[in-house]
């Protein structure tokens, strides 16, 4: 009698875990790409995303940049079943500068990033999805890597699905950033728009960027083109390799960025 209560309790428990298993999200990254998905982790999930290599290069007016970040560290962790928490940290960044032949360099840990993601519809990010997203910079980085003050804003994330092939994803941001003198604050404006496709195991996706940056001394746009690729294997549902390339639109941005990282689901 004891032994059939055992094997009742046993295949109750895994009729639950199965059910349980059965109603976990789908698997969601924040990466590739500089927008940010609307979707947040389940309750008690932890994921961990890395940028194995972020290089950037830049030539214009006789100066030349280099600027590589190793081991780009993203962690999200599911506080409720609405509300996520991040932190984001860059353990080494190394920018070399060429200015008419003269070359310095500094290297050195990044700034300290956190945020939460606070789902306001479909926190699965399926169908209609949107979140909010506020987030501060803590200055931690080394010199002339970090930023040494702390900026903050918020963002609002959209996923739009279009049909059973294709999405439209939206991130609108808004920050307080401080102004180049130290003297106060201004404001900066974000926007990635992009369309997104999956075939098979793999995503595709394209989008567009712009950042404007309203400093009283010198008003600053950036825009640019992305195309990113992300390959979870079938073995592997957790698990996520990507790839993006970021190409400068306008002579403030960039030349070119090129990303490749991973990300894993505990």
């Known amino acids: 009698m004891a032994s059939i209560r055992i094997a009742a309790l046993a295949l109750t428990v895994l009729t639950l875990a199965g059910a349980a298993r059965a109603e976990e999200r789908d698997f969601c990254p924040d990466r590739p790409g500089k927008g940010s998905p609307p979707c947040v982790m389940d309750k008690g999930r932890f994921q961990v995303e890395v940028s194995g290599v972020d290089a950037t290069l830049d030539k214009s007016d006789g100066v030349s940049t280099r600027d590589i970040a190793y081991g780009g560290l993203e962690l999200r962790l599911g506080l409720t079943s609405m509300v996520e928490g991040q932190m984001s940290w860059t353990p080494y960044e190394r920018v070399r500068t060429k200015d008419h032949g003269v070359v310095s360099t500094v290297s050195g840990a990044g700034d300290l990033g956190l945020a939460l993601r606070w789902s306001l519809k479909n926190p699965a990010g399926d169908g209609l999805s949107i979140a909010v997203q506020p987030f501060v910079t803590a200055p931690t980085g080394a010199d002339g890597i970090g930023g040494g ?34 003297a106060g604050r201004h404001a ?35 825009t640019s083109f992305d195309l990113t690729a992300a390959w979870t294997p079938e073995a592997l549902k957790d698990v996520q390799f990507d790839a993006s390339a970021y190409v400068g639109l306008n002579r403030r941005t960039p030349d070119l960025e090129l990303v490749f990282g991973v990300a894993h689901r505990f």
């Not at 903050?152 to 739009?160: L, M």
């Not at 999405?167 to 003198?181: N, V």
């Not at 728009?193 to 995503?203: D, E, F, K, N, P």
């Not at 567009?208 to 009283?216: A, F, K, S, Y």
């Open 188 to 222: 900066g404006y974000a926007f990635a728009g992009g369309v997104g496709r999956a075939v098979g195991a793999v995503s595709l996706g394209a989008e567009l960027w712009v950042d404007v940056d309203d400093d009283p001394a010198d008003r600053v746009t950036q």
């Open 149 to 182: 003050e702390w900026p903050g804003g918020v963002i609002v994330p959209v996923s739009i699905p279009l049909n059973g092939d294709w999405s439209l994803s939206l991130s609108p941001e808004l920050d307080a950033r401080p102004d180049a003198d130290g």
